[in-house]
């Protein structure tokens, strides 16, 4: 990282603190479930120029960058719920299919265990169920 990006990481992550410190200074109120629905899921252009350009411009595009943080999501197992359900809608709109979202859940079976992929594809297929209510 240069030296530019790492001073705006810096600012990012103090005004992420200080955000956290005005909503609940103590934290002791904070509802982690279904915390991930207050971020909208951008849009497929918006990914792209966040996720696959900024951080590697001639690397991962924003569905395979997605995918990749898909895949350590699902060993981390169900701590990252939140994350993962915000990840797989992220995918979605990426351009991810559902049979490439369960492709890599199945695959990091053998890295996080079978609860693990058990886990994530309850969740992967409750935000899908979700997406289609949110259509109809």
Request: proline residues 3%; hydrophobic residues 45%; without cysteine.
């Amino acid at each position: 990282m240069n030296e530019e990006f790492t001073k705006l990481f810096q600012a990012m992550v103090e005004q992420g603190q200080e955000m956290v410190r005005n909503f609940n200074p103590a934290l002791e109120n904070m509802q982690v479930k279904g915390f991930e629905n207050y971020f909208p899921t951008m849009s497929k252009d918006m990914m792209e120029m966040w996720f696959g350009r900024t951080f590697n411009r001639e690397g991962l595009d924003a569905k395979t960058r997605l995918l990749v943080t898909l895949a350590a999501l699902v060993v981390l197992g169900s701590q990252a719920e939140p994350q993962m359900r915000l990840t797989i809608r992220h995918a979605v709109a990426a351009g991810a299919t559902k049979r490439e979202i369960a492709e890599v859940i199945y695959q990091m079976s053998m890295f996080g265990g079978m609860p693990a992929m058990t886990k994530a594809l309850e969740i992967a297929q409750s935000v899908f169920d979700e997406s289609e209510e949110d259509s109809e």
